[in-house]
């Protein structure tokens, strides 16, 4: 039976989403499917930044170390970034832009710019080696890297074929982003723009890691991101709604702390675009430290916090917790992995006025999908919860796309605008992504209980998610058997406490060469591939007999990995 959590989001959501109401629906008909869209939604990202900038023009937005910035400064410098992309670089509509760099201000104003100059903001993968940045460089051939010195420093002596403007961090945006800095004569050309970008009009590429190898590049429209972007907006006025029902009145701006990339889609829709419209300021930290995270909340106090699982946790069992007052924030989110249960339990325990959440979306969705909430997410915390309203339409699909009733194990598929438009130059893996009527196939493998709860309870894909990264097996596979005097290998994930999952391997030498060492092979794949997906020395083996098949002739991954597993926990 729905809950009574349940009963009063539904009918606030209901009232909100009514004809004439702020968030009414429409119907459009994409790929001969209609679906519903926003009435009210902007065309464009650089309309949404234009109409919401303004309108929240002298409230904090941006707090980056000692650069503290208005939502009409941050504006103002993505303006002016904007003028310099298309007078001083000739970027022109649809060009792609790599953007390369850690969390800072300034990315986030170099991501307003590219979009604001009509560009394709192309996320790049931080944590990414040179040789897997200029891949995805490449694969969207982008006319331009804007790039921070580590990264540039990485992508040195690499073919790519675009070129790099700098930019640094921590300083004001006048300075960070001097080489695409131009001040606007006349009317600024991002202004001039808004005449001329519309929704179909490509708006981003976000790099997701499936089980075929490298990583791919998904991309979106303008009406998809928006959408995407609306949808948590209306959820978020859904939560406001029932909180000051229940008589709580709400005075603080909300703030939330970005713990998480902005080159992920939980840090770029949900969390940094989605704060235009509900004047929500964003605290940034260099990088994940729970000591660090602990003080900047209660200093700017923090009413949200969203990460992967791990984060919260450490929040919750950090030894300088009780020094600081973090009762401003109410709300511990997570994405990206799945959530321990004793975590739900411990976070509620260390923080009783507040409440943990879990949210399931995707790189191809826009971070739309699914949300458990407070009481129910106690209630039931193996769950990623319901379909989010009004945008999802959830379901659950045998192999031949036919719908399966509650409690049966299928494929959870995702139907809305807000899913991305296909893979970059990838016509097969766009076809195969999708059902002939618009489901998106997530490759989770999941049920709805009676209450349309979802429960994901395996991956049909061939990957790991550590602590919200996705690793493709194969892809690690792939680094291995580029060593010459490997035979053959297998990679899957292995159960961590931190992290949820991490990789490990085994490998085979050829016949006849010499073995070489777990160390050896780190050290190998390390030159090659983002540390975060290479397995640490102990979790790798080396096998002395072939590795078992099956009748296929492939590797039998899953004997490996209970054989293995049984090592490791012996270990």
């Known amino acids: 039976m729905p809950t009574p959590l349940d009963n009063a989001l539904e009918a606030i959501i209901t009232g909100l989403t ?5 968030f009414a629906t429409v119907p459009f008909v994409r790929d001969g ?4 869209v926003f009435a009210a939604a902007p065309p464009t990202l650089a309309h949404y930044f234009a109409h919401f900038a303004n309108q929240n023009k002298d409230i904090p937005f941006l707090v980056d170390g000692e650069v503290r910035l208005t939502f009409g400064e941050a504006y ?33 104003i170099a991501y307003m710019g590219i979009l604001m100059a009509g560009g394709c903001a192309t996320l790049l993968n931080g944590f990414s080696s040179g040789e897997e940045l200029a891949y995805a460089i490449e694969l969207a051939e982008a006319k331009l890297l804007l790039a921070d010195d580590g990264r540039a420093a990485r992508l040195e002596g690499q073919s790519h ?26 009317t600024p050309a991002a202004i001039a723009l808004l005449g001329e970008l519309g929704p179909d009009n490509l708006a981003t590429i976000l790099y997701t ?3 075929t190898g490298k990583s791919k590049g998904a991309w979106s429209d303008h009406r998809g991101v928006v959408n995407g972007v609306m949808n948590y907006v209306a959820q978020s006025a859904m939560a406001k709604v029932h909180v000051e029902s229940q008589g709580e009145v709400l005075t603080d701006q909300p703030c939330a702390l970005v713990a ?3 080159f992920h889609v939980t840090g770029e829709v949900p969390l940094f675009l989605q704060s235009f419209a509900i004047a929500r300021k964003l605290v940034l930290m260099p990088k994940w430290d729970a000591g660090l995270a602990i003080r900047l909340m209660a200093e700017e106090n923090v009413t949200y916090f969203v990460g992967v699982p791990l984060m919260s946790y450490e929040i919750a069992n950090h030894p300088d917790r009780e020094k600081y007052d973090l009762s401003k924030c109410k709300s511990f989110a997570a994405g990206g992995a799945p959530r321990p249960v004793e975590h739900v339990t411990r976070i509620k325990e260390a923080f009783p006025g507040s409440f943990p959440l879990l949210g399931y979306g995707l790189t191809e969705t826009n971070a739309v999908g699914c949300g458990n909430f407070n009481e129910n997410y106690l209630a039931k915390p193996g769950s990623t919860g319901r379909a989010s309203k009004p945008m999802v339409d959830l379901a659950i699909l045998d192999d031949a796309g036919n719908p399966l009733p509650a409690g049966r194990v299928g494929e959870v598929c995702i139907r809305s605008v807000c899913n991305f438009r296909g893979y970059w130059k990838n016509e097969e893996a766009t076809k195969a992504a999708f059902t002939d009527n618009g489901y998106f196939r997530t490759g989770d493998l999941g049920y709805l209980d ?8 395996d991956r049909k894909k061939d990957i790991i998610i550590r602590g919200g990264e996705n690793i ?14 490997v035979g053959e290998c297998s990679v899957f994930g292995l159960p961590d406490e931190r992290f949820g999952e991490v990789p490990a391997a085994v490998y085979a030498m050829k016949e006849g060469r010499p073995a070489i060492t777990p160390g050896e092979l780190r050290a190998f794949l390390l030159e090659r591939i983002a540390p975060f997906k290479v397995p640490l020395e102990h979790q790798i083996w080396i096998a002395h007999e072939p590795l078992p098949r099956l009748g296929t002739q492939k590797i039998d991954k899953r004997t490996v990995k209970a054989r293995y597993l049984e090592q490791a926990v012996a270990a």
């Not at 009514?18 to 702020?22: I, L, R």
């Not at 499917?33 to 519903?36: A, C, F, K, Q, T």
């Not at 493709?472 to 005097?485: G, K, L, M, N």
């Open 33 to 36: 499917v209609e679906m519903p």
């Open 161 to 186: 074929g675009a070129k790099v403007v700098l930019f640094s961090h921590g300083n004001p945006p006048a300075e960070g982003l001097a080489a695409t800095w131009a001040a606007p004569e006349g």
């Open 260 to 262: 998480v990339p902005l």
């Open 18 to 22: 009514a004809e004439g109401q702020p």
């Open 209 to 211: 890691s499936g089980s």
């Open 472 to 485: 493709s097996c194969i892809e690690v596979e792939d680094a291995i058997y580029a060593h010459d005097d």
């Open 76 to 108: 103002a410098a993505a303006t002016h970034v904007a003028e310099g992309l298309i007078r001083l670089h000739g970027i022109e509509k649809g060009d792609r832009i790599g953007l390369a760099a850690r969390n800072s201000a300034n990315w986030m």
């Open 450 to 457: 009676e209450d349309e709860y979802l429960f994901i309870v």
